[in-house]
C-alpha cells in the first residue's frame, strides 16, 4: 500500500514535535548532566553551611559559650580588638607585628632556601654534608627546639623571626632541591655544548625547570611560618596576633581565640591566592605538559 497524503502529514507533525519538544527536551538533559558547579561557588555554599551549622548550635544551646561562642560574640571581639579593648593594643598594631615577623622570616628563607636547596640539588657532595642536618630538624615541632632559640638569641625580636624562619626553611630548600631533578639532561647538554658557563646553565635551564617546585615549596613554607607565629610570640611578646591569643586562652575567652584564629586564616589565605596567582603567572605550562 501507497503511503498517503494523511501519513505523509503524520509524518510531518511527528518529525515536528521531536524537533521542537523532544529535542530541547534532550537538549537539556545533556546541558544539566554535563554542568559542574564552578569550585568557588562550591566554597562559598560550604562556607554558608558551616555558618548556618554554627549559628544554629549555639543558639539552640547545645554547646556552651566556653566550647563554641556565638557568631555575634566573636564579632563583638573583633570590634572591641579594633578598637584596642583588648591587650591595650589595636588590632592593627598586632597585625602589623605578625605580618612583619611572618613575611620577614619567609624572604629570609626564600632567599638563603633556594639557593641551599639549587646547590644541594647540583652537587652530591654539599647534599651529602647538609642533608643530615636538615632532615634532622625538619620534623621537629619548633616548640622543642624554642628554649634552646631563647638562650642562644634572648627573648627579642631576633629571636621569633628565626624560629619563624627555621619553619619555613626546610620545605623551601627541599623542594627547591628536588626541582633540579626537572631539568632535561638533554637540555643541560645542549647548553653547554653552546658554550653555556655553568651559572648560565643554572639560571637558564635547571631554574626555569625547578622553579614549579620551588614555589609549591614557598607555598608550603609560608603555611608552616603562619603555624609557627603562635609559638614564635611565646616569647615575651608584647604585640601580635599569636600574642593576643595566647593571652585570651589563659583567661577562657574563647571568642577572642576564635577571633584571632580568623584573622590569622584570613591574612594566610590571601598569601596562598597570591602565590598561585604568582605561579599562574610565572608557570604557566604547569600542568599542561
Not at 45 to 62: K, R, S
Not at 138 to 159: C, D, K, N, Q
Request: glycine share 8%; hydrophobic share 55%.
Amino acid at each position: 500500500m501507497k503511503p498517503t497524503a494523511t501519513d505523509a502529514a503524520k509524518r510531518e507533525d511527528s518529525f515536528e514535535g521531536m524537533r521542537t519538544g523532544l529535542v530541547p527536551a534532550r537538549r537539556m538533559r545533556m546541558a544539566m548532566q554535563g554542568y559542574r558547579p564552578k569550585p568557588a561557588l562550591i566554597s562559598l555554599l560550604a562556607i554558608l553551611a558551616a555558618l548556618a551549622l554554627w549559628a544554629a548550635v549555639t543558639n539552640q544551646g547545645l554547646l556552651k559559650p566556653l566550647f563554641l561562642p556565638k557568631i555575634g560574640t566573636v564579632v563583638q571581639a573583633f570590634l572591641d580588638a579594633a578598637d584596642g579593648r583588648i591587650d591595650g593594643a589595636p588590632l592593627t598594631e598586632h597585625v602589623l607585628m605578625s605580618l612583619l615577623r611572618v613575611v620577614g622570616a619567609f624572604l629570609l628563607a626564600a632567599l638563603i632556601g633556594i639557593p641551599v636547596g639549587l646547590a644541594t640539588g647540583l652537587s652530591p657532595s654539599l647534599r651529602a654534608a647538609l642533608d643530615p642536618f636538615i632532615e634532622f630538624y625538619r620534623p621537629l615541632p619548633p616548640l622543642a627546639y624554642l628554649p634552646l632559640v631563647i638562650i642562644w638569641f634572648g627573648i627579642g625580636e631576633t629571636s621569633k623571626v628565626l624560629l619563624i624562619f627555621l619553619a619555613c626553611f626546610a620545605p623551601v630548600a627541599l623542594a627547591a632541591r628536588a626541582g633540579v631533578s626537572a631539568a632535561a639532561a638533554d637540555q643541560v647538554n645542549a647548553a653547554r655544548a653552546l658554550g653555556a658557563s655553568r651559572t648560565q646553565v643554572v639560571l637558564h635551564v635547571v631554574l626555569p625547570a625547578a622553579l614549579p617546585d620551588i614555589l609549591v615549596g614557598l607555598r608550603i613554607g609560608m603555611g608552616v611560618g603562619w603555624t609557627t607565629l603562635v609559638a614564635a610570640e611565646m616569647v615575651a611578646a608584647s604585640t601580635g596576633i599569636g600574642q593576643m591569643v595566647l593571652n585570651a586562652s589563659n583567661f577562657l575567652r574563647t571568642d577572642i581565640v576564635l577571633m584571632g584564629i580568623f584573622v590569622i586564616g584570613f591574612f594566610a589565605a590571601i598569601f596562598e591566592f597570591g602565590m598561585r596567582w604568582l605561579e599562574r603567572r610565572l608557570v604557566p605550562w604547569k600542568g599542561k605538559v
